[in-house]
C-alpha cells in the first residue's frame, strides 16, 4: 500500500529525513553529502543498517499534510530503495520496507548491504513501477507517472503519483547512522473551477480535467539517482505522454458562489512562456480553454495554481462551451424531450412509423379511421451532420404534440439511415427520423 498521496496549501518543496544519529546535523550540506560513511572492506561483510527515517513538515502544519500538500505520514508497505556501492567498486540497489511508525512521520527501515562502501542515493516511489539500471556511468530509476489519474470524491487523495528522490544525506559518526533528505520529484497543478450559472442551474457535476501540453509531462522517465547526479531535470523513455487526465471518482457537484478544486500531478518540464489546452468535462457540458500560457517554469515539488472562471473565460472568448445533447443516448424514433429524455411521441407510446427519402411519419394505429393518430415531418433528402435545416411537423388526430409547422434543427448525428437532430430554438427538442 503506497504513501498517502495528500494535497493542501501552496508554495515550497517537501522532504523526507531519515536520521538516527545525535551527531549528524539536521541536515545535510549538497556540497559535501557524505560524512565519515562507514567503510567495510571485508569481502563478503554483510551489514544491515536501521535508518530512523523522520518526514519533516513545514513548521505549523496539523495535520497529515505539509503546506505544499505533500503526504508527512509513512504508510504500512512504504518501501524506500538505496544506491550503494560496494567496496569492489561495483554498484548495488538495497530496498526495505517500513517496520515501524506507519500513519506518523517519523519511521524505521532496516536496510541490510552487501559489501558496503558508500552511500550512492535513494528514492521513494509511491507508483510501484520502478527500477533502477545503469546507463553509461549513471544510475537511473526508470518509473511511470500515469497519464490517467483519479482524484478521491473528498477531493483529497490522487493515486499513484508520488515520486521522491534523495537529493541529500549525511552520515553521523557511528555506522549504520544515515540522515537521508528526500525532495518530491512531480509537479502538482491546482485547478479552482468556478462554474457557469447554467452548470449551477442544470445539477452539473465535475467529472475529469485534462491538460494537453506542447511536449510530454507524464508516462514513463528517468531520473538520476546519485547524489551528485541529481538535478531538476527528467528524461523520458519514448514512452511518454503530453496529455494528463484527472478523473473524480464520486459526485461533486457544482454550486452557486463556490468553486470545485481539481488537481493532477505532472512532470516538471512545462517552461515559460509554453502554451497548453485545458478541458474541464461535466456531465454534459464540455469546456475548452486553450491558449493557457507557463508564466514561470515549473520546478519539482511546487504546486501551482489555476483560476478557472468560466463564466470570465467564457465572455471574454478565451473559452468555448459545448452542452452535449442526450438526445444521443437515445436510439428509438419519436420526438423527445431530450433533457430528461421523456417521450413527446415515440415509439414507446405505441406508434408505428414509415419513410421515404424526404418524409417521415409515425402513427399510432386504431380500429376506428377517427381514432388514428399520425404526425409526419417532412425534411430535405440530403442531410450532413454539424448543419442546420428546415423541417415541417404536421398532423393527423388529436396526437397531443404541440409542435407543428416549420421548426430549424441542427443534425447531430447520422447513422445507417438514421437522423439525430436538435430543435434549434428550443434545444430540450429533438427528433430521430429514419430516411432512405
Same mark, same amino acid.
Given at each position: 500500500m503506497a504513501m498517502k498521496k495528500l494535497f493542501l496549501l501552496a508554495a515550497g518543496a517537501a522532504f523526507i529525513v531519515a536520521s538516527v544519529s545525535s551527531c549528524a546535523s539536521r541536515f545535510g550540506n549538497p =556540497?559535501?553529502?557524505? !560524512?565519515?560513511?562507514? !567503510?567495510?572492506?571485508?569481502? &563478503?561483510?554483510?551489514? @544491515?543498517?536501521?535508518? =530512523?527515517?523522520?518526514?519533516?513538515?513545514?513548521? &505549523?502544519?496539523? @495535520?497529515?499534510?505539509?503546506?505544499? &500538500?505533500? +503526504?508527512? %505520514?509513512?504508510? +504500512?508497505?512504504?518501501? /524506500?530503495?538505496?544506491?550503494? *556501492?560496494?567496496t569492489n567498486d561495483t554498484k548495488a540497489v538495497a530496498e526495505s520496507s517500513l517496520i515501524e511508525g506507519a500513519g506518523t512521520p517519523n519511521g524505521k527501515f532496516t536496510v541490510t548491504f552487501s559489501n558496503f562502501n558508500t552511500l550512492l542515493g535513494a528514492y521513494y516511489d509511491g507508483t510501484g513501477s520502478s527500477n533502477v539500471s545503469q546507463t553509461g556511468s549513471v544510475w537511473y530509476a526508470t518509473t511511470t507517472l500515469g497519464s490517467e489519474q483519479t482524484q478521491t470524491s473528498g477531493m483529497n487523495s490522487l493515486s499513484g503519483c508520488d515520486i521522491k528522490l534523495a537529493e541529500t544525506f549525511t552520515a553521523g559518526r557511528q555506522g549504520g547512522n544515515f540522515q537521508i533528505n528526500f525532495k518530491q520529484k512531480n509537479t502538482l497543478l491546482n485547478f479552482d473551477i468556478t462554474p457557469t450559472a447554467e452548470m449551477v442551474s442544470d445539477g452539473q457535476k465535475i467529472r475529469k480535467v485534462t491538460l494537453e501540453a506542447q511536449h510530454y509531462i507524464a508516462g514513463e522517465f528517468k531520473l538520476p539517482v546519485e547524489f551528485d547526479k541529481?538535478? %531538476?531535470? $527528467?528524461?523520458?523513455?519514448?514512452? +511518454?505522454? %503530453?496529455?494528463? #487526465? #484527472? $478523473?473524480?471518482? &464520486?459526485? /461533486?457537484p457544482f454550486k452557486s458562489g463556490s468553486t470545485v478544486n481539481?488537481?493532477?500531478? !505532472? *512532470?516538471?518540464? /512545462?517552461?515559460?512562456?509554453? $502554451?497548453?489546452?485545458?478541458t474541464v468535462y461535466t456531465d454534459d457540458y464540455t469546456v475548452t480553454v486553450s491558449g493557457v500560457k507557463a508564466a514561470k517554469d515549473y520546478e519539482a515539488g511546487y504546486r501551482y495554481r489555476m483560476n478557472l472562471d468560466l463564466p470570465a473565460l467564457v465572455s471574454s472568448g478565451k473559452a468555448v462551451v459545448v452542452k452535449k445533447n442526450r438526445l444521443l443516448e437515445l436510439s428509438e424514433c419519436g420526438i423527445w424531450n431530450s433533457k430528461n429524455l421523456s417521450s413527446i411521441f415515440s415509439v414507446s407510446d405505441g406508434m408505428q412509423y414509415g419513410y421515404s427519402s424526404t418524409k417521415f411519419r409515425m402513427v399510432v394505429p386504431a380500429t376506428n379511421w377517427e381514432d388514428y393518430k399520425v404526425v409526419f415531418i417532412e425534411h430535405p433528402s440530403t442531410m450532413s451532420v454539424g448543419s442546420t435545416y428546415n423541417i415541417t411537423i404536421?398532423?393527423?388526430? %388529436? #396526437?397531443? !404534440?404541440?409542435l407543428t409547422g416549420q421548426r430549424s434543427v441542427k443534425l447531430l448525428k447520422l447513422e445507417n439511415g438514421k437522423y439525430w437532430l436538435e430543435d434549434t430554438s428550443n434545444p430540450s427538442i429533438g427528433y430521430i427520423i429514419m430516411s432512405k
Amino acid at each position: 500500500m503506497a504513501m498517502k498521496k495528500l494535497f493542501l496549501l501552496a508554495a515550497g518543496a517537501a522532504f523526507i529525513v531519515a536520521s538516527v544519529s545525535s551527531c549528524a546535523s539536521r541536515f545535510g550540506n549538497p =556540497e559535501e553529502p557524505a !560524512v565519515d560513511v562507514p !567503510v567495510f572492506n571485508v569481502p &563478503g561483510d554483510s551489514v @544491515t543498517f536501521t535508518i =530512523e527515517a523522520n518526514i519533516i513538515p513545514d513548521e &505549523g502544519t496539523r @495535520t497529515s499534510l505539509d503546506a505544499n &500538500g505533500h +503526504s508527512v %505520514n509513512w504508510t +504500512s508497505g512504504d518501501k /524506500i530503495h538505496v544506491l550503494y *556501492l560496494k567496496t569492489n567498486d561495483t554498484k548495488a540497489v538495497a530496498e526495505s520496507s517500513l517496520i515501524e511508525g506507519a500513519g506518523t512521520p517519523n519511521g524505521k527501515f532496516t536496510v541490510t548491504f552487501s559489501n558496503f562502501n558508500t552511500l550512492l542515493g535513494a528514492y521513494y516511489d509511491g507508483t510501484g513501477s520502478s527500477n533502477v539500471s545503469q546507463t553509461g556511468s549513471v544510475w537511473y530509476a526508470t518509473t511511470t507517472l500515469g497519464s490517467e489519474q483519479t482524484q478521491t470524491s473528498g477531493m483529497n487523495s490522487l493515486s499513484g503519483c508520488d515520486i521522491k528522490l534523495a537529493e541529500t544525506f549525511t552520515a553521523g559518526r557511528q555506522g549504520g547512522n544515515f540522515q537521508i533528505n528526500f525532495k518530491q520529484k512531480n509537479t502538482l497543478l491546482n485547478f479552482d473551477i468556478t462554474p457557469t450559472a447554467e452548470m449551477v442551474s442544470d445539477g452539473q457535476k465535475i467529472r475529469k480535467v485534462t491538460l494537453e501540453a506542447q511536449h510530454y509531462i507524464a508516462g514513463e522517465f528517468k531520473l538520476p539517482v546519485e547524489f551528485d547526479k541529481i538535478g %531538476n531535470a $527528467t528524461s523520458s523513455t519514448g514512452n +511518454s505522454r %503530453n496529455a494528463v #487526465t #484527472t $478523473t473524480i471518482s &464520486g459526485d /461533486i457537484p457544482f454550486k452557486s458562489g463556490s468553486t470545485v478544486n481539481v488537481r493532477m500531478y !505532472v *512532470l516538471p518540464t /512545462i517552461k515559460k512562456g509554453d $502554451t497548453f489546452t485545458i478541458t474541464v468535462y461535466t456531465d454534459d457540458y464540455t469546456v475548452t480553454v486553450s491558449g493557457v500560457k507557463a508564466a514561470k517554469d515549473y520546478e519539482a515539488g511546487y504546486r501551482y495554481r489555476m483560476n478557472l472562471d468560466l463564466p470570465a473565460l467564457v465572455s471574454s472568448g478565451k473559452a468555448v462551451v459545448v452542452k452535449k445533447n442526450r438526445l444521443l443516448e437515445l436510439s428509438e424514433c419519436g420526438i423527445w424531450n431530450s433533457k430528461n429524455l421523456s417521450s413527446i411521441f415515440s415509439v414507446s407510446d405505441g406508434m408505428q412509423y414509415g419513410y421515404s427519402s424526404t418524409k417521415f411519419r409515425m402513427v399510432v394505429p386504431a380500429t376506428n379511421w377517427e381514432d388514428y393518430k399520425v404526425v409526419f415531418i417532412e425534411h430535405p433528402s440530403t442531410m450532413s451532420v454539424g448543419s442546420t435545416y428546415n423541417i415541417t411537423i404536421g398532423h393527423i388526430g %388529436n #396526437t397531443g !404534440v404541440s409542435l407543428t409547422g416549420q421548426r430549424s434543427v441542427k443534425l447531430l448525428k447520422l447513422e445507417n439511415g438514421k437522423y439525430w437532430l436538435e430543435d434549434t430554438s428550443n434545444p430540450s427538442i429533438g427528433y430521430i427520423i429514419m430516411s432512405k
